[in-house]
């Protein structure tokens, strides 16, 4: 585990013990985890990982779980090769650690996975989910890119993103009521600004008694009093997208 006094923030839950359904491909000048429904689709989403990189079994576990639902998914290696966090690093060396990896510097890797996707897999309506350090990149590609169609941020990092809120495209923001990382009235002021300035369709939603990570780094085995949540929180994920895509 991190530093028992301050914990890295991500690191709330439990690692999957899970090897996934996908397969790595490289795309172009990343390496990206992909997989694909049985049935053949137009539509695929793009899933920006946690700080603690694209090989995650979490994450991949979301991955097969959007596959299942019918998208092709794929999770790209957004440190482009750059070491993920590890939860025994120091906390300390945090800030300088995620300067080198900034959540709105993801404007090349995802052409490189858009222009992927179009010519080999034939996806025609794409969209973009993030967790934690992710859902802080979709926040960022929501309001910039014109080829995506829809996003969900699942407790991104609002602070990166203090006074931007003209969204482009509908968004979904997940937020967890006892998230030590993002606190409440940041939801509140976020909430507020886009009721102000948005001009598309969103919107934020904040599970009851839920701690950072809750979406994907909580077993419903371990955690029964979550497993409600942990269920809502992926199934309103999927429905947002079906919605929109």
Known sequence: MANESRPCPCDIGDRFDYGGRGQEVQVGHIKAYVCKPSASTDKAVIVIHDI??????NTRYIADMLATNGYIAICPDFFVGQEAWKPSNDWATFN????????????????VVLKYLKDQCGAKKIGVIGFCWGGAAVQHLMLKNP???????IYGVISRFEDKHSL??????????????????????????????????????????????????????????????????????????????
């Open 52 to 57: 603690f990189g694209w090989q995650l079994p």
């Open 147 to 153: 080829h995506l169609k829809t996003g969900v941020s």
């Open 168 to 245: 482009l495209h509908p968004t979904f923001f997940i937020f967890g009521e006892k998230d030590d990382v993002i606190p409440l009235e940041q939801v509140t002021s976020l909430e507020q600004k886009l009721k102000q300035n948005c001009k598309v369709d969103y919107e934020v939603k904040i599970y009851p008694g839920q701690t950072h990570g809750f979406v994907h780094r909580k077993r419903e085995d371990i955690n029964p009093q979550d497993k409600p949540y942990i269920e809502e929180g992926r199934k309103d994920m999927i429905n947002w997208l079906n919605k929109y895509l």
């Open 96 to 111: 300088d650690w995620v300067k080198t990896r900034d959540a709105g510097k993801t404007d090349k890797e995802v052409d």
